[in-house]
């Protein structure tokens, strides 16, 4: 079952929601409802509240998903392709291809998103103001205030110093732009943020025995989730130091076996899938792939139709994800994670030429670590 659902599409880029964004809405339009609105303006009936509250939620996730379009509209300006933003329940995530390759591109990129909350709030405070004292008191104006401030809020916590914040990133772009090294850079900026992390996470603790239960957890929750990313960050960075300047024809499966399109589902599993012992089988015609079968598509048939039923009716067709032989291989798994890939064909020139794997780079990345070699030379061949 997939986690998010597409919404939309906004200047080329896919629009998501994570599932878990359901709940954010809930939650926060309950406490807004329940506890804030009463609070600034009072007297008005529960389903007024509940409306407000419901609206503020929405605008709030609006506010979120202009702060990651500021992004990502930057980021495709500088050559770094977004493929999509997704909203969940801690904010939004910009899937961007690839990291900067400047630390004057990743602090612009970075800047940017707080830029963009702090005019959101200026825009809804000079829209509070707008209306007078005389609608002080009322259901819209709350929702302005709240905007304001709420969108002042994230510009202050998303420029604090620690990764994934924004502001981890403009202190690894500086760090990084001082000393010459994205691996030292990252380093720094993901302990930051982890230490950040912790802190919200002891100050979510406290506020729980102090009484207030669900703001306690939504801060332990908001720490935990900053302090897992941040480690993240520095896990990626490492990996991609570790892959980069491998090509993917050293690591790859090559010439892989390929097969006719009309042989059965069963002739497949036992000769390829047993036998050999190989979880995706390439499908070639004249030396050019017309489509891949894998484990999974043959699962989704049952067993009595495996003897009736050719590999062309099951198999994934052309046109499929590929790598060519001299790409990077970090490149390649950052391909494998976005699409959620088990494996991918290598072309050269249009012709199959090899298949790579998520089990060869990981195969790959135990090899060197047993030889303590972080950066193996590959022979040419």
């Known amino acids: 079952m997939r986690s998010s659902f597409r919404i939309g599409r906004v200047a080329g880029i896919d629009i998501g929601v994570h599932y878990t964004w359901l709940l954010a809405l809930i939650l926060i339009s309950w406490s807004l409802a329940q506890g804030f609105f009463p609070q600034i303006a009072p007297g008005l009936s ?9 609206i503020g939620a929405l605008l709030l996730f609006v506010s979120v998903l202009l702060h990651e379009l500021a992004h990502s509209i930057v980021a495709n300006a500088r050559g ?21 390759e400047r630390p004057q591109v990743e602090l612009v990129m970075s800047i940017v998103g707080p830029l963009t909350s702090l005019v959101l709030a200026g825009i809804f405070y000079g829209f509070y103001m707008a209306l007078g004292t005389s609608y002080r008191g009322g259901a819209l104006s709350a929702v302005l205030y709240y905007l304001a401030y709420v969108n002042g809020l994230l510009a202050v916590f998303n420029i604090l110093p620690g990764l994934p914040l924004d502001g981890g990133r403009v202190l690894r772009s500086i760090i990084w732009a001082a000393t010459g090294s994205l691996s030292k850079a990252t380093n720094i900026a993901s302990t930051t943020g982890r230490i950040i992390g912790w802190l919200l996470i002891a100050l979510g603790v406290f506020q729980l025995f102090s009484g207030n239960f669900l703001g306690g957890l939504w801060i332990a929750f908001i720490g935990w989730f900053l302090s897992s990313a941040a480690e993240s960050s520095r896990r990626e960075v490492s990996l991609q ?6 090509r993917v024809g050293d690591v790859m499966e090559p010439m892989p076996e390929c097969v006719d399109s009309h042989v059965t589902v069963r002739e497949l599993v036992w000769l390829n899938f047993i036998q050999h012992n190989r979880r995706a089988v390439p499908i070639c015609y004249d030396g050019k792939i017309q489509g891949i079968v894998t484990l999974t598509d043959v699962k989704r048939l049952p067993q009595e139709k495996w003897d009736d039923t050719t590999i062309e009716s099951i198999m994934t067709r052309s046109p499929l994800y590929t790598v060519s032989k001299d790409d990077d291989l ?16 290598v072309l050269s020139e249009g012709r199959l030429v090899g298949l790579l794997s998520r089990a060869d780079i990981i195969r790959y990345l135990q090899i060197s670590q047993e030889l303590g070699i972080l950066r193996p030379k590959p022979v040419s061949r």
């Open 46 to 54: 529960m389903g007024t509240y509940w409306i407000a509250g419901v």
């Open 330 to 345: 970090a490149v390649a798994l950052k391909l494998l994670a976005q699409h959620g890939l088990n494996q991918v064909p």
């Open 241 to 246: 130091e570790q892959l980069g300047g491998v």
């Open 80 to 100: 770094l392709r977004v493929h999509s933003i997704t909203l969940f329940i801690f904010g939004g995530v910009s899937n961007i291809e690839g990291e900067p």
